[in-house]
């Protein structure tokens, strides 16, 4: 199984940072933000191989996935084992390129890895959010295996108002993760079978307050359906929109996940609060994070 990422964006909101660098390649810590998810998407058994979609214009994308076999030797001889090491592995990992020649839109992004994904189920994992634990694409497998191999999709509660930002499924629940049987309908481990899915809608006729976060779990016919999508919300292929389509012919689930799994990098004060949080928390860096804090003061709101 092949997952696709996505990550052909022109990353308008971290201007002018991204006039030359690629918003997935700014860093969290000591990595780029692709490689969290492409590291993601490879955790699971099933999955052989992360299809990144870019655009032409972002050539550093795939020189960072290439071997530099100069820079390790170099960094080899200056006894830095361990950044030759993360090079290395970073120029190893199994990573495929497709490119999305014009943005028009999500939907039309993953259509362009079709071909490699070649008329089976596939992962779509967006770039925008870290999932430290990597254990989202597991629970999204488990339902489907369980379930007939339907499409899954990962969801969470947000606030009423703020789900004009997001896809928002409509359904009923329909079980839950095993061990997570006394989970309420809208919390981690609960199962939902999906009856309709909205792209930003508006917050009067929301079905519901459970968005789509970013991982999916999609049948071939979804990828078949995006073929002749039409734009739709914002005027671009919504991938959202030819899911809906395919409710008609096929089921699929949804699976509550706790909004906290992930950390949103993608806009510059969910960055920034990202690289914050997540040092604090790395037993490499918090010492030096707080101490570094702490010389000017310290942290305060
Ligand atoms: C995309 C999807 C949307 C999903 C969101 C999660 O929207 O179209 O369904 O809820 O990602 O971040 P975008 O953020 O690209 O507008």
């Not at 495929?96 to 189920?121: C, M, N, T, W």
């Not at 597991?138 to 499409?151: E, I, T």
Request: glycine fraction near 10%.
């Amino acid at each position: 199984m092949k997952a696709i990422i996505p990550a052909a964006g022109l990353g308008t909101r971290f201007l002018p940072s991204t006039k030359c660098t690629p918003k997935e390649m700014l860093p969290v810590l000591d990595k780029p933000v692709i490689q969290y998810v492409v590291e993601e998407a490879l955790e699971p058994d099933e999955v052989d191989g992360a299809i990144i979609v870019t655009s032409p214009n972002k050539p550093e994308l795939l020189s960072y996935f290439q071997p530099d076999l100069s820079l390790e030797q170099l960094l080899r001889e200056r006894g830095k084992g361990a950044y030759a090491d993360a090079v290395a592995e970073a120029g190893s990992m199994p990573v495929d390129f497709r490119f999305q020649y014009k943005p028009k839109g999500l939907g039309h992004a993953i259509r362009s890895a079709a071909d490699a994904v070649a008329g089976e189920s596939f992962l779509v994992l967006l770039g925008d959010y870290v999932v430290p634990a990597r254990d989202i694409c597991d629970k999204m497998l488990a339902v489907s295996a369980s379930r007939g191999g339907a499409s899954v999709i990962a969801v969470a509660a947000c606030a009423p108002d703020e789900v004009s930002r997001y896809g928002i499924v409509a359904g009923e629940r329909a079980g839950s993760l095993p061990g997570c049987e006394g989970a309420g309908d809208s919390e981690p481990g609960a199962v939902w079978r999906v009856s309709g899915l909205v792209e930003k809608p508006d917050p009067a006729e929301a079905p519901s307050n459970l968005y789509i976060v970013g991982r999916y779990l999609l049948s071939p016919l979804v990828m078949d359906l995006l073929e002749d999508q039409a734009p739709g919300a914002g005027g671009e292929v919504q991938l959202t929109d030819a899911m809906a389509r395919s409710l008609d012919r096929e089921a699929m689930y949804a699976v509550v996940i706790d909004p906290l799994s992930g950390y949103d990098t993608g806009t510059p004060s969910g960055w920034m609060a990202t690289n914050a949080l997540m040092a604090a928390s790395d037993p490499r860096f918090s010492g030096a994070f707080w101490e570094a804090v702490d010389a000017r003061g310290g942290l305060k709101r």
